[in-house]
Structure formats: structure tokens, C-alpha cells
């Protein structure tokens, strides 16, 4: 009977599931891979004990600021890792005010639960489909979300595994900065986003070589800066795309 009974919630559960937000997600995932074995390897390299250097995966979530703290944690103060992940994860401020209409018309649970799964990718694909009812929004986001935090836990357990013996040469230095590029190409439409991807990749991946993947910290820093700035200078200026005709 408990066995039935686990099989109608697990049914229910994949029916609420929405394939569009799935299939969406996909593309924008794929290029988090290899990010997600840097994170794995970096836990082996790091001071924090494996298991507790894996839980940063569903504690933290955020992988910028989680490889952040992994390769600062046992070298750095703990004030230092915390301003760290404060620092990169600056830019989650304007994706929650950016998305407060919406949650707004949210039930309670799905307040506190969908902030948990707001990253750069859910919000990418997230933002554009607020003008849906609330609740299919809230499949959609669900869906999205989740599909990538599952993924992310399971990708990061690899990158523990299979990490240490990837050569030199395939260069994942240049993971962070490659994951970020499909939510980029589909989020930037304001002056103040493309300055801030722009100046942020461009510092990122000039970075790349700095001790601790300090790197990240630096394009983070100056990606925030470079946004802040344009937005003082150009406001909402929608951003001028060139459409090609054949």
C-alpha cells in the first residue's frame, strides 16, 4: 500500500512538471557543466572536508559565490569569505526586485520556497514569462529551477570524482565565464546589463590565472561597478540590436 501511495505522489509530482521549462533549461545548463566539475575539484583541493565542502552545493547554490568560499575557506578570515559571497552574489539583489511584481501574486510558500532557487539561469528564462497566470508561472519557475538544482548537486558529486584526473589542458579556468554566456545572451536587454556582462566576462577571463580563482571575485567586482555605473549614466536605455535580413 505505502509503495502505491509513493508511486501516486511521485506521478503527481511529474505531472506538475512543466516540459517547456525543462526543455528551456537544458541549453542554458549544458555549459554549467564544466563549471560544476570546478567546483568539485576545487572541494578536493580545498581545506573544508569533502562532505561538508559538497553540502555548500544545496546550502549555498549560487555557483560563483560557492567556488568563492570553497577556495577561500582555510586560508582566508571568515569575514573575508562571507564579503566574498556577499560580493558576487550582489547581482541576486536586482534579480529579486526585478522579480517582486511577480511574487507578489505568489501564494506565501511559493514566496519563501522560489527565492531559494533564483539564479542567473532561472532568472534568464524566468523573466520572460511573468505576463503568464501565477500559477502556470509557478510551474514553470519550479520546473526550471529544480531540474537545474538537481543537476547542479549531481554535477558537482562528479566533479568530486572525476575532477582530479582531468589534464591541465582542458583549460575549465574558462568554465565560469563560458556558463554565464547563454544567460547573458537571452537576459541582456538594458545598457546597464550588457556594460555590467561585458566588463564582467572581459575582467573574468583576463583574470583567469590569479591565485584561488580570485579571478572570479575581481570580474564579479568590476561587472557590478561597470552596471552600477551605466545605469547612473544611461539609465534604462534599451540596449540597440542589429537584425539581419537575408
Not at 554549467?32 to 547554490?61: D, N
Not at 575582467?203 to 547612473?232: C, H, K, N, Q
Request: glycine fraction near 10%.
Amino acid at each position: 500500500m505505502s509503495t502505491r501511495r509513493t508511486d501516486n505522489i511521485v506521478g503527481q509530482i511529474v505531472g506538475q512538471v512543466d516540459r517547456r521549462a525543462i526543455a528551456d533549461a537544458v541549453p542554458l545548463f549544458i555549459p554549467a557543466i564544466p563549471f560544476g566539475f570546478v567546483v568539485g575539484l576545487a572541494i578536493t583541493e580545498g581545506e573544508m572536508p569533502m562532505f561538508i565542502g559538497w553540502l555548500t552545493s544545496p546550502v549555498i547554490f549560487a555557483g560563483a559565490a560557492q567556488l568563492a568560499v570553497i577556495t577561500l575557506a582555510g586560508t582566508a578570515s571568515i569575514w573575508s569569505v562571507i564579503v566574498a559571497g556577499l560580493v558576487i552574489n550582489t547581482r541576486h539583489v536586482m534579480y529579486s526586485a526585478a522579480m517582486a511584481p511577480t511574487f507578489q501574486r505568489q501564494p506565501r510558500w511559493m514566496q519563501w520556497l522560489g527565492p531559494y532557487v533564483l539564479i542567473d539561469q532561472v532568472f534568464a528564462l524566468s523573466f520572460l514569462q511573468t505576463d503568464r497566470p501565477p500559477a502556470e508561472f509557478r510551474r514553470y519557475y519550479l520546473s526550471c529551477g529544480f531540474f537545474i538544482w538537481f543537476n547542479w548537486q549531481v554535477t558537482v558529486a562528479l566533479g568530486m570524482l572525476v575532477g582530479p584526473i582531468v589534464p591541465d589542458s582542458w583549460r575549465l579556468d574558462f568554465a565560469p565565464a563560458i556558463m554565464f554566456l547563454g544567460p547573458v545572451l537571452i537576459g541582456l536587454e538594458k545598457v546597464p546589463q550588457a556594460a555590467a556582462a561585458l566588463v564582467g566576462g572581459t575582467v573574468s577571463l583576463a583574470a583567469a590565472g590569479m591565485p584561488d580563482r580570485l579571478g572570479i571575485l575581481v570580474g564579479a567586482i568590476a561587472g557590478v561597478a561597470a552596471g552600477t555605473f551605466a545605469e547612473y549614466k544611461y539609465g534604462d536605455r534599451p540596449v540597440r540590436r542589429v537584425e539581419v535580413t537575408a
